[in-house]
């Protein structure tokens, strides 16, 4: 088996031999990103990674980020030389960009067409079982780990279904792409996010699919050579959780449903309610029913439970078996230290190489059913 290893393919060349590097990739946070560096600097480097530059991003060999350079940074001190290089996918243009100033019906599809630009061309717009990733490495890369767990879903799975639903679109002056298509898909209690070969999606997550990976950490010590995590955490916090909270739409004469009265709808988190009163509020004109307000104020309340509560495993390489870590899976995970033993739901992952850790994969994991119903 060859060593891991991230390379950036750009101009027909492919850059290989970086002595660190951390490639992430979110469902939660908007746009994926990278960072190369390596040293000392040679004549003609800066000249391989040209500002602007369409580029993938590989992981033993596999594309795991379509995007562009961003940024390249030279720095220089008493014998030593460095540089970085760095970038998102291509979501980083929609979250830059101002979107077109929209004032129409639209489905999901011609939306998100129309807000895509030159950078994202092609757009799966689906239903919870359908999605876009990559799971296999190419042959001969990565340690020779058991493939535990999960069916094995190919390179690639994807199906799309059309979602027909139309949608009143009113851009603000001001608003970027990001903005507008991310509030359409939260309207139609979708995920937005972009596939590692540049296409765009918008769907929901898939907690009902199978575990691809399992991770172990045994507490007792003749067991702890059967464990494959380095590290964990655990993280709860109030920030962003609110126990309470109201939409206030426009008036409800789409489907004649609520006499035309302004719609509000309040929806509450009792738990937290009983220890702690955290209301917030959010005002959207283009919210005319009553489902579309819940099912706006229920992915408000529930983003502010994920980020309330997160997993955070770091493990060696990037992958187990034949498959790389990706996000939107799910792992079975049995941890006597933190007690947990339940199956967790891939929101995050970052690919990182270091002179003093090697290469590592950092997780971050959320109970299935966090982001959406």
């Not at 390249?72 to 014998?79: I, L, N, Q, T, Y």
């Not at 933190?338 to 270091?354: C, M, N």
Request: one cysteine or more; glycine letters at 10%; a negative charge.
């Amino acid at each position: 088996m060859r060593a891991e290893r991230a390379t950036i393919r750009v101009g027909g060349r492919e850059l290989a031999d970086w002595v660190s590097y951390d490639v992430d990739s979110n469902i939660v946070e908007p746009a994926d990103s990278y960072t190369f560096s390596i040293g000392p600097v040679r004549k003609g480097m800066v000249d391989l990674v040209p500002l602007a530059e369409p580029c993938e991003i590989l992981v033993c060999d596999v594309v795991q980020l379509t995007g562009y350079i961003e940024g390249v940074d030279v720095s220089f001190g008493k014998g030593e030389s460095e540089i970085v290089v760095r970038g998102r996918d291509k979501a980083g243009q929609l979250l830059d960009c101002a979107a077109p100033l929209l004032h129409e019906d639209l489905t999901l599809s011609a939306a998100a067409e129309k807000l895509g630009g030159p950078w994202i061309t092609s757009w799966a717009v689906t239903n919870d079982l359908n999605r876009k990733k990559v799971l296999k490495r190419a042959p001969g890369w990565g340690r020779d780990q058991a493939n535990i767990g999960g069916q094995n879903v190919g390179e690639l799975v994807t199906t799309s279904v059309a979602t027909p639903e139309t949608f009143h679109v009113q851009v603000a002056p001001g608003e970027t792409c990001w903005e507008v298509l991310d509030r359409l898909a939260r309207k139609d209690k979708k995920l937005l996010w972009i596939a590692a070969d540049g296409t765009g999606v918008i769907a929901k997550p898939r907690y009902d699919q199978p575990p691809s990976y399992r991770l172990v950490r045994y507490a007792s010590p003749e067991k702890r050579g059967e464990n494959n995590v380095v590290s964990a955490s655990i993280s709860r916090s109030l920030e962003g959780r609110f126990s309470e909270v109201t939409i206030r739409g426009g008036h409800g004469d789409e489907d004649g449903s609520d006499g035309g009265e302004r719609i509000k709808v309040t929806v509450t988190d009792p738990d937290l309610d009983a220890v702690l009163h955290r209301p917030t509020s959010l005002e959207d004109g283009s919210v005319k029913t009553r489902a579309r307000a819940e099912a706006l104020a229920n992915r408000t309340m529930q983003l502010g439970t994920l980020r309330g509560q997160t997993y955070e495993y770091t493990v060696f390489g990037h992958g187990q078996g034949e498959k790389l870590w990706t996000i939107d899976t799910t792992v079975e995970v049995f941890d006597e230290l933190a007690e947990i033993d339940q199956i967790l739901y891939v929101a995050g992952r970052r690919f990182t190489k270091s002179k003093n850790e090697g290469t590592q994969t950092v997780l971050t994991l959320i109970p299935k059913g966090a982001l959406l119903p």
